[in-house]
């Protein structure tokens, strides 16, 4: 009776340690790669293409006219307009000799499908080592253009979410701009020569 107690026992003491030797453990690892960085580049700058262009005077405390020319960011053809000068102000005036293209930007590496906020640069200096009279350059909002993505050929509207990154996270866009001649009267005409300036364009999620 004893024996067989005992080798019951011992029976139960085998079957319990082989329920033990089936657990087994193991250390698992888990990471997670943030990457909100993307890519934004210039692929084409900006051009007002090639003008005639003359500054106004200011005599006394007159006011010298101002010329202006709107560079659209859809590649239409750019538009003139001249201010009238006051008192004995002489008049500015803008001339297209060669016509300007707009400039084009890329987003890259972005996260798909997801919607990017531009902010414009507002207004810059083209100026000229030589100095005298600098052009003024104002880009707005409704001078960039979508060009790739959902919303592709729509005019750019921080309101409507309407930039989008495609399924590989890019987007394009075209920036037009208007050109304006220098209002400080006593400035030195515009010389045969190029006026060069940089801007920033922001683009975020």
Request: net charge negative; hydrophobic share 35%; no cysteine.
């Amino acid at each position: 009776m004893n024996k067989l107690l005992k080798l019951s026992s011992l029976a139960a003491l085998v079957a319990l340690s082989g329920n033990y030797a089936l657990a087994e453990t193991a250390t698992g690892n888990a990471s997670v790669t943030v990457s909100n960085a993307f890519t934004l580049e210039e692929t084409t700058p900006l051009s007002f293409g090639t003008i005639r262009a003359q500054v106004g005077s200011i005599p006394s405390s007159d006011e010298a006219a101002y010329s202006e020319l709107s560079l659209p960011a859809d590649g239409s053809n750019a538009t003139v307009t001249n201010t009238a000068s006051t008192g004995d102000g002489t008049a500015s005036s803008i001339n297209i000799i060669d016509p300007g293209t707009p400039g084009t930007f890329s987003v890259s590496g972005a996260a798909p499908n997801q919607v990017l906020v531009i902010t414009p640069p507002g207004a810059f200096d083209l100026t000229t080592t030589t100095g005298g009279a600098v052009f003024e350059v104002s880009i707005a909002e409704a001078d960039i253009r979508i060009t790739s993505g959902a919303n592709a050929n729509r005019t750019y509207s921080s309101g409507t979410n309407d930039l989008i990154t495609d399924d590989s996270g890019s987007v394009t866009f075209d920036v037009g701009g208007t050109l304006s001649t220098d209002t400080d009267g006593n400035a030195t005409n515009y010389r045969d020569v190029t006026y060069s300036g940089t801007y920033t364009m922001t683009v975020e999620y």
